[in-house]
């Protein structure tokens, strides 16, 4: 499904990628590990297109599709989601109104007819209801206000409603009791499946207890220096990363 | 070859002072007489001001005053409801005072003298059972130091005249409006208004001015509110006329003690907007609310020029403006603060944000706080700026492409001035109207 090929990536004259090697097939989990400035959310967001990364070496492909000069819209629209680490408050623009201007844009550049409302409320009932969300709550502001876990729990509620291909998820466990980290967690789980893939980036084994991931990979500037199964996230825990340097 | 000449503006209004003057006055003694006597010598020896006077450095008023105006509009012209009705916030009950071409319409209007007066100036002015509080209040608070100011006064004639004796919740809103039909090719219009919300008593006023057609108009309009103790007054002030009209709004504001008064400025339409909107406060915990959403293009200007004036104690400012500029228009915002020795324990805040769509606007910002208290609790912050890209991206992220993503952002970031609007169906129509003016898609419920 996504192939990264000797990826290199500048933000201004600073190189923060330095040939990043990584493919995922559909159906499959991977987490990506790391100390911090090790690259990580660069990753992430070089994946989904922001501009302001500019790749200077080797490629990304989604379905054998070059994704270089995709905008960040178009990659949603061909399945890429990301779920930040720190999502935008946007005010007077309710959770509810957001995602349904998310979903009717990514069906129109896709060719279809916009949801019809009956169905966008049986599905974010449906998804609501998954990921444990107050009604309420979907009627306040995207972000604006909200505690850290409600913000995550919403990125995660945006991913069900717009069910990617390839879920990249940044960080979601920072800022989740463990309660809120089950719910979400929990949420993920359902949505997997074998026609779509997830990449989990975090600091911790604790977010890989709940979501058992396939690989575990670990960034070390810039570069994937280990990869390996569930085990190797428990390996880190217990050695931390020094012993990869 | 033929020669049209044109006198220039400040020509015809002297001379046209004195036709109106023998029109209105019977009684050349009466004080009013006196008052636009005294406000016209001080035009008449100022003119208008330029770009040399520091107050207008960036508002150019060439533009506006190169019009050949006619200065006394026609009697009324007739328009129907029908016609008129999106103008007006017509899905509640409310109080009208509407002008047509500066002339009364009562076809248009529902006043009242039932228990308070919801009304005109032009009877408040000339019969005497009002003459105690015209001698109270009129051109009190009004600039005398300001030539435009003083021009309406000295042909202050006719506006709303609303009096609330104390104790009063106004059941529904007031709306005045001034309608300009184009009869004329260019016309000046020049409507002067007095508010006066006595004790315990709660108003809630909303205000437009709105051309009906292409020609030319020009409007200097002068507003005195006076809020006494604990009184509420709520102004909104909705400027969304057209390209081919200027308006020059001052506003002064009064008040008393423990009074709560919000002045409300919305401005998308125009050629050329001036707001000039000073309180002074005159009482103990005393809340002055000041906010204003402005979003313009093409080569519109927008200023505004605002002053609070905290002479007494325990008393708070809470001021708000947000630009949006896009194309070749220009924004002013002067924010003036003073705060007098006597008014320690002063709470003022003051914010303006800007966002500068195209490399052609600019905004000019200029905080001035003058602290003279030493135990107050003054910011003030002043931002301009384009979309942040980091929520630029949130939102491409999410599917929504860019010129969406834009609109969303620049509707979130006026949204927050939105939120001191009390009139539920005001605030629709407010948020409709910048959803509107931003080409945002709003096909959800607000």
């Known amino acids: ?245 | 070859m033929e020669h049209r000449i044109t006198m220039d503006l400040k020509e015809k209004l002297v001379t046209s002072f004195l036709a109106f003057e023998n029109n209105v006055s019977t009684d050349t003694e009466s004080t009013i007489h006196d008052i636009r006597s005294k406000a016209f010598t001080y035009f008449e020896e100022h003119g208008f001001p330029t770009k040399k006077d520091e107050e207008w450095k960036y508002t150019p008023l060439k533009s506006v005053l190169k019009h050949d105006y006619t200065i006394f509009p026609k009697a009324e012209t007739a328009i129907e409801f029908a016609a008129v009705k999106k103008y007006f916030l017509h899905e509640i009950d409310s109080y009208k005072i509407v002008f047509i071409d500066g002339v009364y319409s009562s076809f248009l209007s529902e006043t009242t003298h039932d228990g308070f007066d919801i009304c005109l100036m032009s009877s408040a002015l000339k019969k005497p059972k009002y003459k105690m509080v015209i001698d109270h209040y009129f051109n009190k608070i009004a600039s005398k130091k300001d030539s435009i100011t003083s021009l309406n006064t000295a042909f202050s004639s006719e506006g709303a005249y609303i009096h609330i004796p104390k104790n009063i919740v106004l059941p529904k809103p007031i709306q005045i409006v001034h309608f300009s039909t184009g009869s004329e090719a260019q016309v000046m219009l020049q409507p002067r208004s007095l508010v006066i919300v006595d004790e315990n008593s709660h108003v809630q006023i909303i205000e437009r001015h709105q051309s009906l057609t292409d020609n030319v108009v020009f409007t200097n309009s002068v507003t005195e509110i006076f809020a006494e103790k604990r009184a509420i007054v709520d102004y909104y002030k909705i400027q969304n006329d057209k390209k081919t009209a200027s308006l020059i709004d001052n506003t002064s504001v009064q008040q008393k003690q423990q009074s709560i008064v919000s002045v409300n400025t919305f401005s998308f339409g125009g050629n050329f907007t001036r707001n000039t909107l000073e309180f002074h406060q005159e009482g103990e915990y005393i809340d002055s609310i000041l906010n204003g959403i402005t979003i313009i293009g093409d080569k519109q200007l927008v200023d505004n020029h605002t002053l609070v004036n905290h002479n007494y104690p325990n008393c708070e400012s809470h001021e708000l403006y947000k630009g949006i500029y896009a194309d070749k228009s220009v924004g002013v915002f002067n924010g003036k603060v003073i705060v007098k020795q006597a008014a320690q324990k002063t709470n003022a805040y003051q914010q303006n944000n800007n966002i500068i769509i195209d490399d052609g606007a600019t905004i000019n910002s200029k905080p001035q706080l003058e602290i003279f208290a030493d135990d107050v609790k003054c910011s003030h912050g002043c931002t301009i700026g384009q979309l942040d890209e980091d929520a630029m991206f949130y939102l491409r992220s999410r599917g929504i492409p860019k010129k969406e993503a834009e609109a969303l952002l620049l509707y979130a970031f006026a949204n927050d001035a939105l939120e001191k609007i009390k009139i539920p169906e005001l605030k629709t129509r407010i948020t409709r109207l910048i959803a509107k003016k931003l080409g945002v898609e709003l096909g959800f419920e607000l």
């Open chain 1, 1 to 245: 499904m996504l192939e990264i090929k000797n990826l290199h990536a500048n933000i201004g004259d600073k190189e923060i990628l330095k040939g990043i090697n990584l493919s995922i097939k559909a159906g499959e989990v991977h987490a990506i590990m790391g100390p911090n400035g090790s690259g990580k959310s660069t990753l992430a967001t070089v994946i989904a297109g922001k501009e302001e990364y500019e790749v200077t070496k080797g490629k990304i492909t989604l379905n054998n599709e070059d994704l270089e000069d995709l905008a960040p819209e178009e990659r949603a629209h061909k399945g890429i989601f990301l779920s930040f680490q720190y999502p935008i408050e946007i005010p007077g623009v309710s959770v509810t109104n957001f995602v349904k201007t998310a979903i009717n844009e990514t069906r129109k550049a896709n060719g279809k007819k916009e949801l019809p409302a009956k169905d966008m409320l049986k599905k974010i009932r449906e998804k609501s209801e998954l990921l444990e969300i107050d009604r309420k709550f979907l009627s306040r502001s995207l972000n604006e206000g909200f505690s850290g876990g409600e913000k995550k729990r919403n990125e995660i509620f945006q991913m069900a409603m717009l069910e990617p291909k390839l879920a990249i998820l940044d960080e979601t466990d920072s800022g989740l009791d463990i309660d809120a980290l089950k719910v979400v967690a929990n949420g993920v789980n359902k949505l997997k499946s074998n026609d779509n893939a997830v990449i989990l980036i975090t600091h911790y084994q604790r977010l890989l207890d709940y979501i058992v991931p396939d690989f575990v990979h670990v960034l070390h500037n810039g570069k994937i220096v280990k990869s390996g199964g569930k085990e190797l996230a428990h390996e880190l825990e217990a050695k931390g990363y020094d012993w990869l340097k």
